[in-house]
């Protein structure tokens, strides 16, 4: 389990460096580090609980069990907090990318993010297409149209236009 959580843990920070633009709080990468703690703290707690019944040891079994239960209270404890502040999560995410977004000219680093971003996520604006009529590139451009990286997979003459909601 502590191997499994060290993968996870190393992947969600690899992720965060193609992402970080989106995620300008720096306690975003948080959770990534909160992982990877809990597997070394897993690692040794196995080893303790290993070791412990290898010597039969009632002391060593005894603290065994007083940390995994410490362990249970800790994950009921976070998954009540995640659960509670779900929202607030999901509207600062939804705002950082609504002014990464408002950034957009086609040119620039966050231009080059929020292409890779719905090419990989197969998405197109924040909720879907229409978040880009209000944004300055939509407006400067005049063609009625989304970034080509809005357009689905597998759709080779997909021009971005807005007239065409089914390419998006």
């Known amino acids: 389990a502590a191997a499994g959580l060290s993968y996870v843990g190393g992947y969600v920070i690899n992720t965060y460096k193609s992402y970080d633009n989106f995620l300008q709080d720096e306690h975003a990468v948080l959770p990534a580090v909160i992982i990877l703690c809990v597997a070394i703290v897993m690692f040794i707690i196995g080893l303790i609980g290993c070791c412990a019944t290898l010597r039969e040891s009632r002391v060593g079994l005894g603290l065994f069990l007083a940390i995994i239960l410490i362990i249970f209270i800790a994950e009921v404890s976070a998954f009540v907090l995640g659960f509670v502040y779900r929202e ?50 939509f407006n400067s451009t005049g063609n009625n149209s989304v970034p080509l990286s809005c357009c689905r997979q597998g759709q080779s003459n997909c021009t971005g236009s807005l007239d065409l909601p089914q390419e998006l």
């Open 88 to 137: 607030k999560v999901k509207t600062d995410v939804q705002d950082t990318m609504r002014s990464v977004f408002e950034k957009y000219d086609g040119k620039n680093a966050e231009s080059t993010v929020v292409n890779y971003l719905q090419e990989q996520l197969h998405c197109c604006g924040v909720r879907n297409y229409s978040d880009w009529t209000s944004t300055q590139w």
